[in-house]
Structure formats: structure tokens, C-alpha cells
């Protein structure tokens, strides 16, 4: 689809449109002697070029009043009340949950009554029905009751139903994310390092409990003349995501946070811009499984960029 500036500079004249390009309309084009150099186009008339820092600011700011939005919408990480595991529960009843889950192979079978006011797929559920991993956003899941979504989740072949409610405490609770305005000091040139191989490395996860996190290589960059790495994984279109600490986590900042550089280039090269440091879903309720810095990525300089801490009201 053809943008403004595909329509403004590529589109073809009518015809006896004789207007100049970048002239004042109505002005008709003259034939020049041959060899006779174009005139500069004088001062007045170019158009001012903005400071790539002051445009950078502006779409950081625009991606943190996106944050703050998608993290207090109505199915977003504040409304998060429950994860629970079905190992945990062999009965299949879950707390404040309706409905009996049990794990049956490579499927999670829900049995719902009437009274327990369950639909799936937006229609009313009485009987058994046979659930696979949501794959979608939170708001999207197949199972709900009112506004509440009942999302079905694998992690390491241990099924759970996590419980999405918009009447949440945390939701209401909250006004914003505390972050520092942009700097271009934090934004950096870094290399990306592949590994031959993909590895996987155990960590904590905030629910108590270590899994394994998968990492494809690492990524270098320069802080204040000296060099620094983080433990990366390669997400499949190709971006990064690194799970890093530094000198300000657990006091000014979050304990941990996550970083989203984009694909690296052909050479490697790769923007690492801690002005969109992310804070984990677990910054904004208890019940997420975030995995913890790996081995590595616990910076020993302080970072006082990005998201640092949710504030409540």
C-alpha cells in the first residue's frame, strides 16, 4: 500500500501538469542551456531536518505510554490472580477456579456443570471437553466465565490453568511505569555472537522453581570504556532477548528485566538500547514463571534506563 510520501514524490503527473518538483505550483518548467548547473535550492525553503535524538525521544516516549496501556488492559499481566499447576492439584479442583482439570496425555480434559457458568469458545460448556495449549494473547483463550479467561499452559511437559481476571486488585491498583526519559547514552552499537549450538542452561524462576532456558549466543557492547556481554536467546524472527541485572536491581530498579534488541545484521552488528529495558510480567503479579538472569548477565554497572518499577496508586 502506497504511503503519503509514496503518493507525494512517486506518483505520475496528469497530463499538462507542468508544475516543477519541490516548486510552487503553478510555475512552468523552463528549458536550461545544456550544462548549465541546477541552482541550489536556496535556504528558506528546506525543509528542517529534526535531531535524531529528539526523534528517537519521541518514539521512546510513544513506546512507553504504549506499555503502560497494554500492561493495564483488561487481560494484561496486572490481571493475572492464579497459575496453577494440575500436578499440584490431583483432584482436578483448582482454588476460585469452576470446573474440574485433569491432565489426560497430551491433553487437558475440563469437565464443567451448568452452575459452573463456563463457555468455550464464547458458547456455554456443560459436559468434557478436550483443551491444547492457548497459543494467543491472554483475551483470546478458549475457556472463560464472564470477563475472567481460563488460559491452559505447558511448561516442561507439567500442565497449569492460569486465571485472568480484570477485577484483579493489582489492576486497579495500579497508575504506572516508573522509567527514565530517554538517554542516547543507552543506546549502544553491540555485536552479536552466535553459538555454534544452542544451549540450554538451568535457572530460578520467580515461582520458586528452576527450569531451563534456552540461549543462542551473546551479545557484546562498550559501557563507560569497558566491555561488557549478555547471555542471549534468538527468537524465530530472528530478534534477541536477554534476561540481565545490574547495579541498580533491588534497589532503584526491579530485581531483574528484560531486553528485546531487534535481528542482528549480516555482520552481526546489533542496537542494544537499554532505554527499553522491559520489566517482566512478574514485576506486575506474583503468578508468573519469569526465568531469572542466566550465569553471565548480572552487569556490574548500574543501568539507570528504561523501565525501572511499577507504580501503584
Known amino acids: ?26 510555475v512552468r518548467e523552463t528549458r536550461r542551456p545544456q550544462g548549465a548547473q541546477d541552482s541550489q535550492e536556496p535556504q528558506e525553503l528546506r525543509e528542517p531536518q529534526e535531531p535524531q535524538d529528539l526523534r528517537e525521544a519521541r518514539a521512546w516516549q510513544r513506546w512507553h505510554e504504549e506499555r503502560v496501556v497494554v500492561v493495564a488492559a483488561p487481560h494484561g499481566p496486572l ?17 476460585g477456579v469452576p470446573g474440574q482439570w485433569r491432565e489426560e496425555g497430551e491433553e487437558v480434559v475440563l469437565t464443567a456443570a451448568p452452575e459452573d457458568g463456563l463457555t468455550l469458545d464464547a458458547e456455554p460448556l456443560t459436559g468434557r471437553a478436550r483443551l491444547a495449549p492457548d497459543r494467543g494473547p491472554a483475551g483470546a483463550s478458549r475457556v472463560a466465565r464472564g470477563e475472567r479467561r481460563l488460559v491452559v499452559l505447558r511448561r516442561e511437559g507439567l500442565w497449569a490453568v492460569r486465571d485472568f481476571d480484570p477485577g484483579s486488585a493489582a489492576r486497579h491498583a495500579f497508575r504506572t511505569i516508573d522509567a ?6 543507552w ?30 549466543g551473546e551479545v557484546a557492547f562498550t559501557l563507560d570504556g569497558t566491555e561488557h556481554t549478555l547471555r542471549v ?20 530498579s526491579y530485581r531483574f528485566r528484560f531486553l528485546r534488541p531487534p535481528a542482528p545484521d549480516a555482520q552481526g552488528r546489533v542496537k542494544i538500547d537499554f532505554n527499553r529495558a522491559l520489566l517482566p510480567p512478574c514485576a506486575f503479579a506474583d503468578h508468573f514463571i519469569c526465568p531469572f538472569p542466566p550465569p553471565g548477565n548480572t552487569l556490574t554497572a548500574p543501568v539507570p534506563a528504561g523501565e525501572r518499577n511499577r507504580v501503584d496508586a
Open 1 to 26: 500500500m502506497s504511503t503519503d510520501d509514496d503518493v507525494q514524490q512517486g506518483a505520475p503527473r496528469e497530463p499538462g501538469d507542468t508544475r516543477n518538483d519541490g516548486g510552487p505550483q503553478g
Open 180 to 185: 527514565t526519559p530517554y538517554d542516547p547514552r
Open 187 to 216: 543506546s549502544l552499537d553491540g555485536v552479536f555472537r552466535p553459538y555454534a549450538e544452542d544451549r540450554n542452561v538451568r535457572v530460578g524462576n520467580a515461582d520458586g522453581r528452576e527450569r531451563e532456558l534456552g540461549l543462542g
Open 233 to 252: 536467546a534468538v527468537e524465530p524472527d530472528g530478534s534477541l532477548w536477554a534476561v540481565f541485572a545490574d547495579a541498580t536491581s533491588g534497589t532503584s
Open 79 to 95: 490481571s493475572l490472580t492464579g497459575t496453577h499447576w494440575l500436578s499440584d492439584h490431583p483432584d482436578g479442583l483448582l482454588p
